[in-house]
């Protein structure tokens, strides 16, 4: 016979919040049984209705605070930022850091047993609005109108939005006008549901340094009607555009950009620096979204790697070969690893833009590349890693051990993963000298952190 639970779905009952998840939503416990319940934050007292029970634990709705937790903030204008990720945005900044710094804490003690590592402060945005970049806006239409802005919740219905608090004000801007100009120009959007139509999305990206502005259109089909008129208005109403940019996506698909890119007007990149690196951005590339704490990341993670110009350095997940290039400002020679092989076009572009000569770029898998060096008699002096949300490979990890690089730099952007790879790594001879939380994303629930390990002596 199951196990009774201590609570029924459908039941009203009064809980107290005692942490968050690490998407955002509150932890109450009946009797050791956990409920998460979304918006609810911890300390607070509140009623809430029990919606779904599971074995081990289960979700609520929060019907009722009693008592507010000093972290709490009115919400802008309406719950419509949440569909634009703004998962934290009813905890002050404040509250945020130290949620997120908390929770690199709990992981590592948690998960890596590495409770008496040194983690620092989490380093946050002076201005934590506005921040983003990049925006891929989805279109469709509603009484005649098109219009743009996000998605709902589990659902594919569009929310018409203007301004997202989290984009920075030019890209704003250019989505908006966009918007307006298809709307006069009445170029109809693409409709999911009977794959007719032609706007898909609006796409902008905005060098922050360089004040350049990029347009994508993205349709499913070849042609764009008054594609002429679209070019004009944008260049007119938009001073910053240095690129309008088609791409087609003809496919029935949720992936946002087709293979083909055709360059309507102006240059097929814009530019932009982090620090004293320049880079090329085309349409396709992946590019940081926050500028500015990249910069702060980057430059942890160039303190970190502490070179003094001797050093080989391998950059595995190097992508457009950002963390490469800047360290070989300060290594004798860096190899960039990365699976991509568009991004490893970009990376070389990249090092060219920059007369950096001393960064070489190889495709292929970390894991698999890495290893093959190894073999080869190639090691590194300081290995960085920077990998995707499911951390390292175990086979990287085994070969930084046997390789035995004086420093590993890893920069993570998932502390559960790094906590799991810094363990493995501790027990092959490593130590976790200094974790540094990076706030990259305000906001959201995401956390990036940066670690410093040191081979021990044997
Ligand atoms: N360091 C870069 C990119 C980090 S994102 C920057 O800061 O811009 C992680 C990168 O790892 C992505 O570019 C992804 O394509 C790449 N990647 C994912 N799995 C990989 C693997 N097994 N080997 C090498 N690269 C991989």
Redesign the pocket.
């Known amino acids: 016979m199951s196990k009774i639970l201590p609570v029924q779905k459908n039941e009203y009952i009064d809980v107290v919040f005692e942490d968050l998840t690490h998407d955002g939503a509150g932890v109450a416990k009946v009797d050791g049984y956990p409920l998460f319940v979304p918006n609810g934050l911890p300390g607070e007292k509140a009623k809430i209705k029990v919606i779904k029970v599971n074995k081990g634990y289960g979700f609520g709705r929060l019907m009722e605070i009693y008592e507010n937790s000093p972290d709490r903030v009115e919400i802008s204008k309406d719950e419509m930022h949440k569909y634009g990720g703004c998962q934290l945005e009813h905890i002050s900044y404040e509250g945020q850091l130290k949620y997120k710094e908390n929770q690199v804490r709990q992981v590592l003690t948690r998960i890596g047993k590495l409770g008496d590592v040194k983690v620092h402060p989490i380093l946050g945005m002076d201005n934590p609005w506005h921040y983003r970049n990049k925006a891929q806006v989805p279109v469709g239409e509603k009484e005649g109108r098109l219009i743009a802005g996000f998605f709902k919740p589990r659902s594919h219905e569009i929310v018409d939005t203007n301004e997202s608090l989290i984009q920075l004000p030019e890209i704003n801007e250019a989505v908006q006008a966009v918007k307006e100009i298809c709307n006069e120009l009445k170029i109809p959007a693409y409709n999911e549901e009977s794959h007719n139509g032609v706007l898909r999305h609006i796409m902008a990206r905005y060098g922050k340094q360089t004040g350049e502005l990029m347009v994508v259109v993205v349709t499913k089909t070849t042609d764009i009607p008054q594609k002429n008129k679209l070019v004009e208005e944008i260049v007119a109403r938009l001073p910053k555009v240095k690129s309008i940019v088609h791409n087609i996506n003809s496919k029935r698909t949720n992936v946002i950009l087709g293979e083909k890119t055709k360059v309507l007007w102006g240059n097929e990149v814009i530019y932009d620096y982090i620090g004293d690196v320049k880079f090329a951005i085309s349409a396709l590339s992946?590019?940081?979204v926050n500028p500015d704490q990249?910069k702060v990341?980057?430059n942890k993670a160039l303190e970190y790697a502490d070179l003094s110009g001797e050093e080989t350095v391998i950059?595995?997940?190097?992508?457009?070969?950002?963390?490469?290039l800047f360290l070989a400002q300060k290594a004798k020679k860096v190899f960039g690893?990365?699976?991509?092989p568009e991004?490893i076009e970009d990376a070389k572009r990249n090092a060219e833009l920059n007369s950096i000569t001393n960064a070489e770029f190889a495709v292929?898998?970390?894991?698999?590349?890495i290893p093959k060096w190894y073999k080869e008699g190639n090691v590194a002096d300081v290995l960085v890693v920077?990998?995707?949300r499911k951390g390292c490979?175990e086979a990287?990890l085994q070969t930084i051990i046997e390789m035995k690089p004086k420093k590993v730099v890893y920069?993570s952007?998932n502390p559960a993963t790094l906590a799991r790879d810094l363990r493995v790594l501790e027990d092959g001879g490593y130590k976790t000298i200094e974790v540094q939380p990076v706030d990259m994303f305000p906001q959201t629930t995401h956390v990036e952190c940066c670690a410093k390990l040191v081979l021990k002596r044997n």
């Open positions: 992946f590019y940081q990249t990341l980057y950059d595995a997940y190097c992508g457009i070969g950002t963390i490469s690893v990365e699976v991509v991004a292929g898998e970390a894991e698999v590349v920077d990998p995707p490979d990287l920069v952007c």
